[in-house]
């Protein structure tokens, strides 16, 4: 009799979302008006960087108007416990629905006072220290405190936060500074950046491994290898299945087959959800370090995806581009509808476009006659 156990279900590494989204700050301990109204100057400060959302009760339940025009201000959601959005979506919601309509925020401001969220800020306000006292065991991660009418927490805030002395301090008027430390915690949850170089394409018009040539004595592999190392925390080679590679590498091999960059990048987001991948195709043999520079100095979170701008075409260049964790969920509802394209997803969602400062650092090498004159510019023998 067998005693192995049965796996009804496949393993996959999740994206690491709380209940609104990768990031979450809650405001808690003051009146709803002032969490509202603090909320709604971070917002309008660090939109233009960030994709943020505003999570906040239903206060017309209680004959309070305390609505703000949060999508006004810059944010791109405004969930309300009867699930208003920028769209009004009328079933109900559980917390899947939730996660999928926050995949694409970086930063879930919370009112406090009415849900959990991640990581908290506290005010001292003279009205809610009992209130604050019965959300004691909320307050998880706390990134500092706001003075607004009184110095002290209540004794079982204390009695929980027994270092809350040596917390971060703001005055309530000073939203200037709240905002600088709200965006110093998001860009601490930066997602990493990993690279993947990929080498799974059959090389129909070459005749022969395009990872496998050399221009300058080395496969151009590992060329690409060497130099992405040092800006990506790891450094992988996507392949086909039962791919043989000559180069010695960390691998990632395509569990959406058949699909060509578009199934490379989603292996890669299904092993690493929470990594941002630097994605390069490995016919690109006149990329240096001065491109990979400018591409990652130039990366924007807010965005799906930061890409070049492919002079000729105008379009995005889909593979020497940094593609953001939250593309995996854009990647996946296009492959959904029929499309397996990178480009068509650059060209139809939220992505930074770069203009290269040396284009044609980008041209990439797909026939014999290109790669002789390659190998002619760069000086190399193959």
Known sequence: MSTSKHTKHAKLTRPALGQFGRTEVAFVGAPCGDIQTLAKKVIRDLSPNYAMAY??????????????????????VYWLDQQRMEMTIHQSSNTFDRKLAFQSIDLALINGNHFQGDAQ???????????????????????????????????????????????????????????KAVQSYVESRKPELNALILVGGKSTRMGRDKASLTYSNKPQVEVLQDLVRPYAAE????????????????????????????????????????????????????????????????RSIRHIATAFKNEESGFAEPLITIWEPKSYNRL?????????????????????????????KLKNVNTPEEYESALQKIGGNG
């Open 235 to 298: 450094t992988y080679v996507s392949c086909r299945p039962g791919q043989d590679l000559s180069a010695e590498a960390e691998v990632i091999v395509d569990r959406f087959e058949g699909l060509g960059p578009m199934g490379a990048i989603l292996s890669a987001f299904q092993k690493y959800p929470n990594h941002a991948w630097l994605v390069l195709a490995c016919d690109l043999p006149f990329l240096d370090d001065s491109v990979i520079q400018e591409l990652i100095n130039q």
């Open 332 to 360: 996946l509802s296009f492959l959904s509808l029929g499309y397996s394209c990178p480009r068509k997803v650059l060209i139809n969602s939220d992505t930074k476009l770069i203009q290269a400062r040396q284009s044609e």
């Open 121 to 179: 800020f506290i005010f001292l306000h003279s009205k809610k220290l009992k209130s604050l006292d019965k959300r004691a065991n909320q307050l998880t991660n706390v990134l500092g405190i706001i003075k607004a009418d009184c110095d002290e927490p209540g004794e079982i805030v204390k009695e929980h936060l027994p270092h809350w002395k040596e917390l971060p301090t703001y005055d309530v008027h000073d939203t200037k500074s709240i905002t």
């Open 55 to 76: 999570v906040d009760a239903d206060h017309k339940a209680f004959d309070q108007e305390l609505e703000q025009p949060y999508l006004d201000e810059g944010a791109e």
